[in-house]
């Protein structure tokens, strides 16, 4: 680096400050907006639940998952834990339990990238409307799928599930976090969104829906059940139920103003 005298570098250069200003910090894209932080705690903290004694942690279960049975119509002597209040906040709460640690990781995993470009985008009370209402929706599908299923639902899947989906409306638009050229992990989340039409015409959204909902079949036919214990099953319906909801009601939450001409331009198919 070379250095020039004070009055050299007033007669010869212009301020050096005049010509380049500093560049804006990038905050890493995964960074955790406080939203999503909170959300991941509140799963962290109820997931200890699991320490509980055996019959403690089994009531907690009964009491706070989705059970099916439970609405049957047709049952005269037969009580669940909870009583009627469990018949509503159910539809919710099942999405904040966990069957054990590699269950709860794994959900983790895939929200942690789209749910932070999401939360940002909505803001925290948007956000955490938009995972109740996808949770209801998840818990919706399972009931018309398994209307008298015993066995309890849990997991924040359905959730997750209509994060990925919500944010595959804006994730591969040009400057979002899931494209080749990107800001900060702020405007990568406020780039113009795509109508729903358009994106069910792109195809680097096609080819994410594709190999996601084939996973889905695939595990749920199969009985693979990824971080659960042996002998549970996917409830891929319910995933399908809250990857539908997020795609659908995303605008409903989106508070960006939606530019159609910029999103569709910056959101090309790939070349052939």
Known sequence: MSLESPENTAHHAPDASAETP?????EPILTLPPALTAYVLLLAIIHLRVL???????WTVEVFGFIPKRYDTTLLDVTFPGGAGAKVWSFVTYSLLHANLSHIVFNLLWLLPFGSALARRFGAVRFYIFMVVTAVAGALAHFI???????????????????MAAALRFAFVQ??????????????????????WRALRNGRVLGFLAIWFGVNIIFGVGS?????????????????????????????????????????????????
Do not use: C, Y
């Not at 509980?52 to 089994?58: C, I």
């Not at 398994?146 to 959730?159: F, K, N, T």
């Not at 979002?176 to 969104?193: E, I, M, N, Y």
């Open 145 to 163: 799928t398994h209307e008298h299923a015993l066995a309890p639902m849990i997991g924040a899947s359905a959730s997750v599930s209509g994060a």
């Open 175 to 196: 400057g979002s976090f899931l494209s080749f050229t990107r800001g900060d992990a702020d405007a990568a989340a406020k780039v113009p969104a795509l109508s729903l």
């Open 52 to 58: 509980l004694p055996p019959d403690w942690e089994e």
């Open 224 to 272: 693979i059940a990824v971080g659960m214990d042996e002998g549970q099953s996917v409830a891929w319906q319910a995933h399908i139920g809250g990857f539908l909801a997020g795609l659908l009601l995303f605008s409903l939450f989106d508070p960006v103003q939606h530019s159609e001409s910029n999103a569709a331009g910056a959101l090309p198919n790939p070349p052939h």
């Open 22 to 26: 500093p560049a804006a910090p990038h």
